[in-house]
């Protein structure tokens, strides 16, 4: 990696400002990468008629094995979902067997905001989340696009999964938590008028720190934890051991092959297969083939896991799985294109991180003009580029966006107040972010103007349309009523006084939403609908849950369903 990139993960692993150096080089595969063309990966079918980035199964010559195992239950993969499978698993009983491809304190580990409902920790605040209505919002936000007994498995198991992990974190010594922020009475609704759900838990690692030094080690001592206590269970936890393929025998999945530094090695599971192997967003083929919408304003993926490379879905095909046909990511606003960089002159590693592209301040396209309203869903913008000349979009705030930033009053991770039950904000305060800003303008990140014809010059926008769509926009704060774009009155604010700052936004993705289709046992289905025997997934290799929109107002549901899926995953597999 160089060492002048920066992405929200590195930020929270200690980055300090934005041009410190990102630790990360040490895992494989991490260096972001400009995502290539549907023509320049070959995204077209092959002769079998499967897709290109699929490519043939491995072969496996058994006589070069390195090394036989026999166990109950096999998890793929060292994320969210695998630590709480492998965990499970052995509670069970079953003779378990967990493989991660990279070495120990390098896998993706467990994602420390995690969402969850009805937990002990949510009764101990008091809190008043609507259940209901939060199935409901998700369901709309998902498009439908999800199968309604497999999101149930969340909002019915998330609460013990959590309290689980909670008794998990307090016995190695540290202290679960939650995130909780309570509208005001005239700030009820958030995006599209969906209300906010306090559903965000983490683990304070360290007492008196500040969120990022709290927050820089989130994914490995959660991994730690879990790892140690799979161990203390009798669970044979492998690193540096990468899945090839998985076995399949009379109908039924027995085991996998795995590559180790000393040679292949067959892994019999009799009980099943786990693939916990994250989604395929850091795959450039299957991104290019299957998103390309995606591709075009997010070219330079840095926020996903580094290990997203899309081997377990490939696996579960090759398996006899079914890919979910509707392709979507979880995406934002995160990334800052340099003053005076062309779109087509990109280098990922000159990118700014921005803290200030996912609030809902006045947004223009790159003719000068506002598109859409500014208060959506994470991945909404990403959508409404499809429509527009360029891929990005310039967020434009002023002078006085920190005392914005407050009223906004967001749940999610660009607040940076602490939350009404006193947690701390995932990022700083505003001063940090204002230092943060400053030190983008020097670099030539963020442009900073005293008058917007300086500011049209320097982002090479048509000034007088410019100027006029600036205009109606403080006349709509102004009325308090947005008739342009009907974004709520609460998010209306102006931009009006100097210094002026603008940055040109790009997308970053933090994870693919679609996977391998499976039932509410976790257990992958085949073109007939039916379970294929010994093979489960769960996390972002699986589908049926999030759809087509992320619901970012119901903050960490993902690595929330990871949790809650990896554990269901592991005890049914045990007790098949």
Same mark, same amino acid.
């Given at each position: ?8 993960? !590195?930020? @929270? *692993? ?7 150096? /990102?630790?990360? %080089?040490?895992? &494989? #595969? +991490? ?31 058994? !006589?070069? @094995? *390195? ?7 096999? /998890?793929?993969? %060292?994320?969210? &979902? #695998? +630590? ?493």
């Amino acid at each position: 990696m160089s060492n002048t990139e920066l992405t929200r993960r !590195s930020f @929270l *692993a200690g980055a300090g400002v934005i041009a410190a150096s /990102v630790g990360a %080089a040490s895992l &494989a #595969g +991490c260096a972001p990468q400009k995502q290539e063309s549907l023509s320049e990966t070959g995204a077209t079918a092959a002769a079998d008629g499967s897709p290109a980035w699929l490519g043939a199964e491995p072969e496996v010559d058994e !006589s070069s @094995l *390195a090394e036989t195992v026999d166990c109950d239950v096999l /998890v793929v993969g %060292a994320g969210t &979902a #695998g +630590c709480f499978a492998v965990c499970s698993a052995a509670e069970e009983g079953a003779k378990t067997v967990l493989i991660e491809k990279y070495a120990e304190g390098n896998s993706s580990g467990i994602r420390d905001d995690i969402g969850a409902v009805g937990t002990k920790i949510q009764a101990e605040v008091n809190s008043t989340l609507d259940v209901e209505l939060l199935a409901r919002c998700f369901q709309h936000t998902s498009g439908f696009r999800q199968n309604q007994r497999v999101a149930n498995v969340w909002f019915n198991e998330s609460g013990e999964t959590y309290d689980w992990y909670t008794d998990r974190v307090t016995e190695a010594g540290f202290k679960a938590s939650i995130r909780q922020a309570k509208p005001s009475d005239d700030d009820q609704y958030t995006p599209y008028g969906i209300p906010s759900f306090d559903t965000c838990h983490y683990v304070q690692w360290k007492e008196g720190v500040t969120p990022i030094e709290n927050v820089g080690p989130m994914n490995n001592r959660g991994c730690e934890t879990l790892i140690n206590y799979a161990r203390g269970l009798g669970a044979d936890c492998r690193f540096e051991t990468t899945m090839t393929k998985l076995i399949k025998e009379d109908g039924r999945v027995v085991g996998a092959y795995a590559e180790t530094a000393e040679g292949p090695i067959r892994i019999n599971a009799a009980k099943g297969v786990i693939l916990c192997t994250g989604g395929y967003s850091m795959n450039p083929d299957m991104m290019s083939a299957l998103q390309p919408e995606i591709v075009r304003v997010a070219p330079a993926i840095k926020e996903s896991m580094p290990g997203a490379t899309g081997d377990g879905i490939k696996a579960g095909l090759w398996a006899g799985g079914v890919l979910d046909l509707a392709h979507a990511c979880s995406c934002a606003p995160e990334q800052i294109i340099p003053e005076g960089v062309a779109y087509e002159d990109i280098d990922p590693a000159t990118l700014g991180f921005s803290m200030c592209g996912m609030l809902p301040f006045l947004r223009v396209n790159t003719e000068g003009k506002r598109f859409c309203n500014e208060d959506d869903l994470f991945d909404s913008t990403s959508h409404e580029l499809a429509y527009q000349k360029d891929p990005y979009f310039i967020t434009l705030y002023d002078s006085n966006w920190a005392d914005y930033a407050q009223k906004f009053n967001v749940y999610h991770a660009y607040r940076f107040t602490p939350y009404d039950n006193g947690a701390l904000q995932l990022f700083g305060d505003t001063e940090f972010v204002q230092a943060s800003i400053d030190e983008m303008v020097e670099s030539g990140t963020v442009i900073k103007a005293d008058t917007l014809d300086e500011l049209a010059e320097r982002l090479d926008i048509p000034a007088d349309t410019f100027k006029a769509e600036v205009a109606r926009y403080n006349e709509l704060v102004a009325a308090g009523k947005d008739t342009d774009f009907y974004k709520p009155a609460f998010r209306l604010t102006p931009f009006d006084t100097p210094p002026f700052y603008a940055e040109r936004n790009l997308q970053d993705v933090y994870h693919t939403m679609d996977g391998l289709i499976i039932d509410e046992d976790m257990r992958v289905l085949d073109e007939a609908n039916e379970p294929i025997e010994g093979l489960y997934a769960a996390g972002d290799v699986s589908s049926c849950f999030l759809g087509a929109t992320y619901l970012g107002v119901a903050a960490g549901i993902a690595s929330g369903r990871s949790i809650t899926f990896g554990r269901h995953a592991g005890r049914v597999a045990a007790q098949s």
